[in-house]
């Protein structure tokens, strides 16, 4: 019970969730990060290889940030670059340049900036190039044109003997999610790729985009598709479509199916994850409300995991990743499960309940990207036997909710000559088919209303005497902001500092970055990302203690932050606003309780704890403290520098 409160308290205290830990990350992963100390230009947005949803059928454009850092402000310039759809140079979209008036931002007394800027960029594949005032440059690879996310079971996932449509070009443009799933507590592990395999399935983790190349030889469509499956083929017709009009179309694709699940599954982890929330996505994550029941964000039994709560991975990808690249549809291939509950008799089973169901699922994801489009499949084909309920339910979807559009009429059609041997999953003919159906069908699902994509919250700082800086982000506020330190490796995979719900000063000792969760109860990365580190005067005023001795404010630190083998004490300052027990307890990252205070009745003002480091030194990387008094409950992480 120990360990399950220490992980829920991870993030129901933290503002939004927690980031996965800091470690060493690859080379790979270096392009669109932070790094510390910098040497050269970063892009913190775009992510390399991301797609951003444009905003019409045919051309059409998005609006773009660029967001990042450069070593010397003096001179810097940046150029976007058009390719083709293998990454070839074709024309520059626009010529090497000055930054646009207003973007850059100096840092400290430094030679160092961080820069802003947003502009519309017509639909088509680039590299944006950043250079600064020496001959340092950083590029990236982004897009304009369709983003897709895959939700239903087997068929849409990727399963049985096939794993592609032999012959499909490789094409640059065509690009997938890369964010692998696995264990959640599994972090120090990365794919064949050397991206790290965080997981997004289940909280506490959470990430941004890694995104890259959809091919035979890097198959994945995170979080749950592990197979290019027919979208290889299906992104390279889209990509190819509007060549006579000399526009290559990039594609990109998240993959939220989970084979095996029922429409059952779907609407019982929507209660589930709602239950989590008090019915409300805007709210933080509820303890009480969920202590005696199985709780689908923690680790368990993954055997178990994805056909009970396949709603998980969907509802974490939309209100984050749909939310910053934009969503054309979701396309939803499911429906075989309820020809086998039918099939079997299952007890308590109605298929007049698919509709209700699927319509919740719809509406669910639509509470917080409204509108969002569908693009559903007729499909109940399982080992060889069809059933009519089945479709006739997917039918009344059709017609009576709105944005919703046929991917495919046709799967059931899809007979053994188009299946594996099980007769069930699709074969090469059977991926080839429904690859050309879907494309045959793009009008009307391009007809309807794409979700846009929302500019990152721009990040602004602000020297101070103590502790450095000032962040705030963009005049608009947001429900949430939590935000996070760069500390050896690129800022956006860190462990986080002081949260402020607000603009308040925090420490921010070798940069910042972050992310906020908006008023629909939608995630957004910070940008840009900014390093302090190794960077003359950039770095202001951060070393004095704060002020705590006269405080009433209930807001706590730690004191070396950072800390090391060489300092005696780690020391939590913390104030009351009146007379109150407290208790603080210090966690390693597993959950082991380290350390343990309980005093009754502190007077109000300013106090302080402190702990020998000596009892931190098998912590690993990192300590987790809680603070709880009987007005305020708070959670923190202190890293552990070896």
């Not at 951003?52 to 150029?79: E, K, L």
């Not at 899809?414 to 088919?433: E, I, M, W």
């Not at 420490?507 to 995630?523: Q, W």
């Amino acid at each position: 019970m120990e360990n399950f409160v220490t992980y829920f308290l991870l993030f129901v205290c933290l503002c939004i969730t927690t980031v996965s830990y800091g470690q060493s990350v690859p080379a790979y992963q270096q392009p669109g990060g932070v790094y510390d100390p910098p040497s050269k230009p970063t892009i913190s947005w775009p992510r390399t290889h991301s797609v951003f949803q444009r905003n019409a059928s045919t051309g059409g454009s998005a609006t773009v940030t660029f967001a990042g850092q450069v070593i010397n402000r003096t001179g810097a310039q940046y150029r976007i670059e058009k390719l083709d759809r293998f990454g070839g140079y074709v024309s520059d979209e626009v010529t090497l340049q000055s930054l646009p008036t207003g973007s850059m931002t100096q840092l400290g007394t430094s030679t160092s900036g961080y820069y802003y800027f947003s502009r519309s960029v017509p639909t088509g594949w680039y590299r944006f190039t950043i250079k600064d005032g020496t001959t340092e440059i950083r590029q990236i690879k982004f897009g304009v044109g369709e983003v897709f996310f895959i939700a239903g079971q087997s068929n849409a996932q990727g399963a049985g003997g096939t794993l592609n449509i032999p012959g499909t070009p490789d094409l640059d443009c065509v690009v997938s999610s890369k964010n692998i799933s696995m264990e959640v507590n599994q972090l120090a592990s990365y794919d064949s790729k050397g991206r790290p395999r965080y997981t997004f399935n289940g909280y506490p983790n959470i990430l941004p985009p890694t995104m890259g190349v959809l091919t035979s030889s890097d198959p994945n469509i995170a979080p749950n598709g592990t197979r290019p499956w027919f979208f290889q083929s299906f992104g390279a017709q889209i990509a190819t479509s509007e060549l006579g009009a000399g526009r290559t179309v990039p594609v990109a694709f998240f993959n939220t199916a989970m084979g095996g699940s029922s429409i059952a599954n779907w609407k019982t982890s929507i209660d589930k994850v709602r239950a989590m929330f008090l019915g409300n996505y805007t709210y933080d994550m509820a303890y009480l409300a969920t202590q005696f029941q199985h709780n689908p964000w923690l680790p368990h039994d993954y055997d178990n995991f994805d056909t009970r709560y396949p709603y998980i991975p969907l509802k974490n990808y939309l209100s984050s990743f749909a939310h910053m690249f934009g969503a054309r549809a979701v396309l939803w291939h499911q429906g075989e499960a309820e020809t086998h509950s039918i099939n079997i008799s299952l007890p308590g089973y109605s298929v007049t309940d698919y509709r209700v169901k699927l319509k919740a699922l719809i509406d669910d994801t639509r509470s917080y990207l409204p509108g969002l489009p569908w693009a559903i499949c007729k499909v109940s084909y399982l080992t060889g036997g069809t059933n009519s309920s089945v479709i006739a339910e997917q039918q009344n979807v059709y017609s009576t909710y709105s944005n919703i559009s046929w991917a495919s009429e046709n799967s059931d059609t899809y007979v053994a000559s188009h299946r594996d041997p099980d007769n069930t999953h699709f074969n090469v003919s059977g991926l080839t088919a429904i690859s050309n159906e879907i494309y045959a069908n793009r009008s009307s699902i391009f007809a309807k209303t794409p979700i846009l994509p929302i500019n990152p919250a721009r990040i602004y700082l602000a020297s101070t005497m103590w502790p450095g800086y000032q962040s705030a982000t963009t005049a608009a506020p947001h429900l949430r902001y939590e935000w996070h330190n760069s500390i050896h490796v690129p800022s956006f995979y860190q462990i986080g500092v002081d949260p402020p719900y607000d603009s308040t000063v925090f420490e921010a000792n070798y940069g910042v970055s972050g992310f906020v969760k908006t008023f629909s109860g939608n995630l957004l990365m910070m940008a840009p990302g900014v390093s302090f580190w190794g960077l003359s005067g950039a770095r202001i005023g951060i070393e004095p203690l704060p002020e705590m001795a006269e405080s009433k404010s209930e807001k706590s630190y730690a004191f070396p932050n950072p800390t090391n083998p060489s300092e005696e004490v780690l020391t939590i300052y913390f104030g009351l606003k009146e007379t109150s027990n407290i208790s603080l307890k210090v966690y390693d990252r597993q959950g082991r309780l380290l350390e343990q205070v309980s005093k009754e009745k502190m007077p109000a003002g300013g106090h302080e704890i402190k702990f020998p480091v000596s009892s931190l030194k098998n912590a690993g990387e990192m300590v987790i403290y809680h603070l709880l008094t009987e007005e305020h409950n708070e959670t923190k992480k202190v890293l552990l520098v070896k």
